[in-house]
């Protein structure tokens, strides 16, 4: 961006709010990044990473798809993002976390398959529209200055109505997550818990591809709920440690974004990584020193078994 | 006698129960009113992709007994759990769970499945887990348990008083997946006890342990049955480790079942009537038991989990 950096923050950020398109980039951000936060906090506890990923990535041909009809690419997101998470849920076992020792089998195989054919369908679609081309490095690494006032309203819609659906779901999610067979015979229907959470997961990640563009949505899906799985293993300490590591790294990377001229995607994505390389160094240091102490308090050793039968 | 009519006459046995454990039960019963068996099961039949597992079993655990579950691998134990949990149809016959149909006391039930231990990499702690047991199953987002005033420090005394009871108050704070495989199964147990079930369902809790884990869980198990008064209903597959703890064994082989105390079921001429063909017991110096020559079951009797 063009303007200076005075060093005094009140002033910088004054001048940073008197453009609207940088109040609209900060609205935008603020939204997606508590979505992402929370919804990233349960994909990374369910290791959907790749689920998640893939639903990031069929973004970019829905927006794409969407421009070249002649449509808001906002409903392109959106739209082909809630479908996908559906065709996910509703393969064999793809809704199911931790599904068995294989885990994704056959499953990442087809969905891996199917990513690749959505880039390539979305660049054909880029190529179809002419004149789209400086909008494809938008679309795939983000912008600052393309959020409207209608996108905001569309992000907030759908934000709010993701983490109310979340609050819903929040605790059978939870059980469903980290001991799917006890949760099931307890009653909770697992396999709906499932897809209500990918369809989750398709909203967050259409709506964080349009701050950070298709490729970058892990910056905020999976950094900080990686992050706060690394500093605690409290629920609830670390599902708000993800949404506040989200906001803190959308609202710096934004301020930065603005007062240089590299990208916003580059920024955001580099605190992000910076955060994780953080928390995973305390946690290596505190692991050990756990250790040592543990070591110290001379445990019975009859406790050490070697887990993993069956 | 042909060999079909043996597994016939074998699959409806009942060896006459241990009349101690059943005069305990009994009083109770009369004075609640409550049906005297906590899981019955009358001519039931399992079949799983159309192949029948076992048929015709008829058995009865009664209110406090610790019952276990044996037979070689691919004979249908687990599925005999998932059965009394409403989680497979039946085939054929009936079975009643504390006075109802499968499933539908299932809230009065404590199960843990059958499974590998917890990824290293689990970042939750393992009173988090007991606390899933308590309402994980209630749609929502609990409140901090500083909003909930008595009824959230109800919930907290609860899981720390089955953390304790279980023995697991030195690790519960962990995250679950660095705590060893004999802890975790102390943490499993306790999340199964903390609704005060009637009948703990158990799959093969002692498969992942060592010797020593062995012993104490089981001992732990039955601790809780006497002190608690829940019915154990647990699979095993070696019956050593729980010798010292049982009331009945349940003995499942061949398509049918045999049920009574070990020392009445875990003998040459009830295996040998029950398989069909001859089977011996020995005793080594130990008083181990050593089952010999029974029939692996079939390759495909495996059932997917």
Not at chain 1, 70 to 89: E, H, K, N, R, T
Request: charged share 15%; aromatic share 6%.
């Amino acid at each position: 961006m063009s303007s200076g950096l005075s060093w005094n923050l009140a002033d910088d950020v004054r001048q940073m709010l008197v453009f609207h398109f940088m109040l609209n980039a900060l609205r935008a951000g603020t939204i997606v990044a508590v979505v992402a936060g929370a919804v990233g906090y349960f994909m990374v506890l369910r290791r959907q990473a790749f689920a998640g990923h893939t639903l990031a990535v069929i973004g970019f041909p829905g927006a794409a798809g969407a421009t070249w009809l002649g449509l808001s690419p906002v409903f392109g997101y959106f739209g082909i993002c809630i479908a996908g998470a559906l065709v996910i849920a509703a393969l064999p076992s793809g809704g199911r976390a931790n599904a068995g020792l294989g885990g994704y089998g056959e499953e990442s195989a087809v969905i891996g398959t199917v990513q690749a054919f959505a880039l390539a369908c979305g660049f054909l679609f880029v190529s179809l529209y002419k004149g789209f081309l400086s909008g494809l490095n938008n679309l795939l690494f983000g912008t600052i200055i393309g959020v409207s006032d209608d996108q905001v309203l569309v992000l907030l819609i759908a934000g709010v109505g993701c983490l109310a659906m979340l609050m819903v779901l929040a605790r059978p999610l939870l059980f469903s997550s980290v001991d799917g067979a006890v949760a099931r015979a307890r009653g909770v229907p697992v396999r709906v818990v499932a897809a209500g959470f990918l369809v989750l997961l398709g909203l967050a990640a259409a709506g964080t591809s349009q701050v950070t563009g298709s490729l970058l949505v892990f910056a905020l899906l999976v950094a900080p709920a990686a992050t706060a799985a690394r500093l605690t293993a409290r629920p609830a300490l670390g599902l708000t440690l993800s949404v506040f590591i989200a906001l803190v790294v959308t609202w710096a990377g934004e301020t930065i974004a603005f007062f240089s001229p590299y990208p916003i995607g580059f920024w955001v994505s580099s605190l992000a990584f910076a955060a994780f390389l953080l928390a995973t160094g305390f946690r290596a240091v505190s692991d050990r020193h756990g250790q040592r102490r543990s070591r110290a308090s001379a445990r019975p050793m009859g406790n050490r078994v070697a887990a993993g039968a069956v | 006698m042909t060999r079909s009519e043996a597994v016939r006459h074998a699959a409806t046995t009942t060896l006459p129960s241990d009349g101690a454990s059943a005069a305990q039960s009994r009083p109770q019963a009369a004075a609640t009113g409550v049906p005297l068996a906590v899981v019955s099961l009358e001519g039931a039949s399992v079949a799983v992709g159309g192949r029948t597992v076992w048929s015709g079993v008829s058995l009865q655990v009664q209110a406090g007994q610790f019952v276990a579950v044996l037979g070689p691998n691919g004979v249908g134990k687990s599925t005999m759990l998932k059965a009394v949990l409403g989680l497979v149809p039946l085939s054929g016959g009936r079975v009643t769970v504390l006075g109802e149909r499968p499933g539908r006391r299932n809230a009065a039930i404590g199960y843990l499945p059958q499974r590998r231990a917890f990824d290293p990499g689990t970042r939750i702690r393992g009173v988090d887990i007991v606390r899933l047991g308590l309402d994980g199953d209630r749609w929502g987002t609990p409140l901090p348990g500083w909003l909930r005033g008595s009824k959230g420090r109800a919930a907290r005394a609860r899981v720390a008083e089955v953390i304790d009871l279980v023995g697991a108050t030195g690790y519960a704070r962990r995250p679950i997946g660095q705590c060893s495989g004999g802890e975790q199964q102390r943490l499993l147990i306790a999340q199964a006890l903390v609704r005060r079930p009637q009948l703990l369902v158990l799959d093969e809790p002692l498969d992942s342990l060592d010797v020593t884990n062995q012993a104490s869980v089981s001992a732990l198990i039955q601790e809780v049955c006497r002190s608690q008064g829940v019915a154990v209903l647990l699979v095993a597959h070696d019956v050593n480790p729980l010798m010292p703890y049982l009331d009945q064994v349940i003995y499942l082989a061949h398509g049918g079942a045999v049920m009574g105390s070990p020392e009445q079921v875990i003998t040459a001429d009830t295996l040998t009537m029950l398989y069909g063909t001859p089977i011996d017991v020995l005793r080594d110096r130990a008083g181990r038991l050593v089952v010999v020559g029974q029939p692996d079951a079939p390759t495909d009797h495996r059932l997917p989990r």
